[in-house]
Every structure is written in C-alpha cells, then in structure tokens.
C-alpha cells in the first residue's frame, strides 16, 4: 500500500512538471512579450507627444489659413484681399516651422505612423499653397488666374489630408486611453473635409 502511494505521488509530480514544462512560456516568448510591452508604451509616449505637436501646428498655421482665405476666397463670393509682401513672408515663416515640427520622425506603430504622416504632409501642402500664392503674385492675366487656381486646390488638398491625419490621431488617442483629442484645421462647409466626431475632448467614448 506505501509502495502504491509513494508510486502515485511520484506520478503526480511527474505529470505536473510534464504540464508546467509544457505550458511555461519559453524565453522567446517571455522577450516578445516584453518587447511589446514596451513597444506599446513607447508609442503611448509618441502619441501624447505628436498630439501637442498636432495642436502647437494648427496654432500656427490658422493666421496662415485666415490669410489665404482673405486672399483667394474659395466660394468666390469676395474679392481678393489686400495682401502685403510682408504678409505673405509671416506665412511662409509660419508654414516653414511647422514643416520642421516634423523633421525627423521617430519609427512608432503603424496607426500612429499614418497620423504623423498625414499631418506631415498636409503641412508640406500648406507651405507648397504658400509658394504658389507668392508666385501667382507676380503674374498678370491667365497666368495669374491659372496659378491661383492651383493654390485654391492645392489648400484644399491639404486640409483634406490634414482631416484624414487629426482624424487617425483620434483614434490611436482613444486607442492609447487619452480620449478624444480633436485637433482640426478650420474648413468650410461642403468641401468634403473629415471633421471630429460629437464625443467630448477626453471622452473615452468610441
């Protein structure tokens, strides 16, 4: 009987150590586990900073918009503002810092990626609508009138993407656990812009 009991709590263990052996996680999953652990906190950290990034950007570039906007109205219904030359520098300034903000991106994940990117080159556009306002200038007749219409689609293409990019940055808030966070660019009515959602700024509604 002691021979049997003994026997059984030696296949016990036997077994155990068979299960556990089987169901640890091995050293490479241990290290993929950590690895994504810090990949997520990473970019968490991304997210928060590319976030303020999005908002000191619109800052600056909503006097560069209004100005445009004065110049080149894009229903038609006013016509061309008085612009300066020295207007047209204060947005080229403008347009050009927020095309450095974004110099030299940091690799995050693929959500976050899209967000950096679409912002990126919605500001690329920007300071590109810029030029082409700034040359237009200088020229009379169809010329002038062709270039001018090149920087009206060519503004609305940014705020387009720039949608596209607040729109993406969002969700990987949201994603991140930060909320909302709704950082637009102005846009008319009727263009065919994305425009933020009704939940709250913070809300971690989806």
């Given at each position: 009987?002691?021979?049997?009991?003994?026997?059984?709590?030696?296949?016990?263990?036997?077994?155990?150590?068979?299960?556990?052996?089987?169901?640890?996680?091995?050293?490479?999953?241990?290290?993929?586990?950590q690895?994504?652990?810090?990949?997520?906190?990473?970019?968490?950290?991304?997210?928060?900073?590319l976030?303020e990034?999005?908002?000191?950007?619109r800052?600056?570039?909503?006097p560069?918009?209004?100005?445009?906007?004065?110049?080149?109205?894009?229903?038609?219904?006013?016509?061309?503002?008085?612009?300066?030359?020295?207007?047209?520098?204060?947005?080229?300034?403008?347009a050009?810092?927020?095309?450095?903000?974004?110099?030299?991106?940091?690799?995050?994940?693929?959500?976050?990626?899209?967000?950096?990117?679409?912002?990126?080159?919605?500001?690329?556009?920007?300071?590109?609508?810029?030029?082409?306002?700034?040359?237009?200038?200088?020229?009379?007749?169809?010329?002038?009138?062709?270039?001018?219409?090149?920087?009206?689609?060519?503004?609305?293409?940014?705020?387009?993407?720039?949608?596209?990019?607040?729109?993406?940055?969002?969700?990987?808030?949201?994603?991140?656990?930060?909320?909302?966070?709704?950082?637009?660019?102005?846009t008319?009515?009727?263009?065919?812009?994305?425009?933020?959602?009704?939940?709250?700024?913070?809300?971690?509604?989806?």
């Amino acid at each position: 009987m002691l021979a049997l009991t003994v026997a059984f709590a030696l296949g016990a263990i036997v077994a155990g150590g068979v299960v556990f052996g089987v169901t640890r996680p091995s050293s490479i999953e241990q290290m993929a586990d950590q690895i994504r652990a810090e990949s997520a906190l990473r970019d968490k950290t991304q997210i928060k900073t590319l976030t303020e990034l999005a908002r000191t950007t619109r800052d600056r570039l909503v006097p560069v918009l209004d100005g445009l906007n004065r110049a080149m109205p894009a229903d038609g219904t006013a016509g061309p503002a008085v612009v300066t030359a020295a207007d047209v520098e204060n947005w080229r300034k403008a347009a050009t810092a927020a095309v450095e903000g974004f110099a030299d991106p940091p690799s995050g994940e693929t959500a976050t990626n899209v967000a950096r990117s679409s912002l990126a080159s919605a500001v690329r556009q920007i300071a590109t609508t810029v030029d082409t306002y700034a040359a237009a200038r200088d020229l009379t007749g169809p010329g002038r009138t062709t270039a001018m219409d090149l920087a009206v689609r060519q503004r609305a293409d940014a705020l387009f993407t720039w949608s596209v990019g607040a729109t993406a940055l969002d969700a990987v808030n949201v994603d991140a656990g930060y909320g909302h966070q709704h950082v637009f660019l102005p846009t008319s009515p009727g263009e065919g812009d994305l425009t933020p959602d009704a939940e709250p700024e913070g809300s971690h509604d989806s």
